[in-house]
């Protein structure tokens, strides 16, 4: 049981910290935790509690985790280098800091984030909040949360540290469950600009409660930014019990219209795509144990989504009539900036949009000064052309490692 547990707390700790980054190559599925495995891990298991599950989770962070080093898998993970801007940002975060970051990259935005208040999910040593106290300024702050009292303390004995290097302190640590967020007596709802995670949210013990404090803690027209890993069926219970295939990162994965559907009854009524990427199965051994549950057609991504607290947006995208002119005017976007994976609007170009594109841009007083909107809400023509259902991600011609990506029937949104 000791071992199995390790295994499932593995799989947590590479997936709480892991960054899913936008990459024409497949996300690949390491083979370390296989050759670990002895045969009789790959039968059903017994899944462990909530309770059990975050003692398991802490304890690997805390006191098995040592740097990041010690990771043996590289799930979720892919080779794409930072963009330059973040790669100069990490030059001013102490060595100890970086050693202890179980990711592979960042989350946030990309928008101008001066002044922003932002609260990091699952924020272990820091790197990443330390990362967004440079993008926000002295006048912006960055809250992070996590279970992990180890994680948390190495946080916050390096805060004067970077406080002297930036030239002001921003940041604050918390202690607590995403599931229970609300708790924290310091955070306080319509007070944050932006929540970010790095694939948290789909291994939490009770996932609406998560999105539904996120809503809470949002701003009006603030957005929670996040990746995750998703499937294009719900994952068998024959795999979830599978202590090899948790310590893959493969049984946790989340039915992607699952993730819509509960996304929306916390609020945000619109779910974006911005990247995804599929994850092929690398590992021989692996892809025969998913087939033989018969469970071939079973599919994994690694994907990114922004959710816009804004009440007022419909359930389908509605055609107005509405365009957008994008002004080229945020940082690093002179040519043209993207919204989402069906929005990407070239700087002086009028851009038709529907009515809850038009509404994100519009609410978001970080978005809001960088376009010139055009239409009202005086006449409806119905459905806004190209919206509908089906799978939104890039599917790879095999999810057993076929290099090539066809499209995939998707909403424009």
Known sequence: MIERALLLALCFSRIAFAWISSSSSSTRISSNLFSMASSSSASAVEIIDASSTRQVVSKYYGETLKTSADLQTNACCTGASPPTHIRDLLKNIADETKAKYYGCGLCLPNY????????????GAGRDVYLASQLVG??????GVDMTHEQLQSAKDFQDYHADKFGYKNTEFYQGYLETL??????????????????????CTDKPAVLKACYELLKPGGELYFSDVYTNRRVPMALQKNALLWGECLSGALYWNDFEALAKQAGFNDPRLVEDSPITIQNK??????????HGGLEFYSATYRLFKLPELEPACEDYGQ?????GT????????????????ETGRVFAVCGNTYKMLRENPRLAPHFDFIG?????????????????????????????DVAAAASCC
């Open 330 to 345: 945020i940082p690093r976007f002179n040519s043209s900036w993207t919204l989402d994976k069906h929005h990407t609007m």
């Open 138 to 143: 002295a006048s912006g702050s960055v809250a």
């Open 112 to 123: 101008n984030l001066e002044g922003a208040r932002v609260l990091d999910l699952g924020c």
């Open 182 to 203: 609300l708790d924290i007596p310091e955070l306080e709802p319509n007070t944050f600009d932006v929540i970010i995670s790095n694939c948290v949210i789909n291994l």
């Open 285 to 294: 051994n692996v892809a025969a144990l998913v087939d033989q549950e018969g």
């Open 376 to 404: 009202t809400w005086d006449r409806h023509y119905g459905l806004f052309e190209g919206c509908g259902g089906g799978l939104p991600f890039n599917k790879s011609t095999s999810n057993r490692g076929g290099k090539g």
């Open 323 to 327: 365009a957008v002119i994008y002004k």
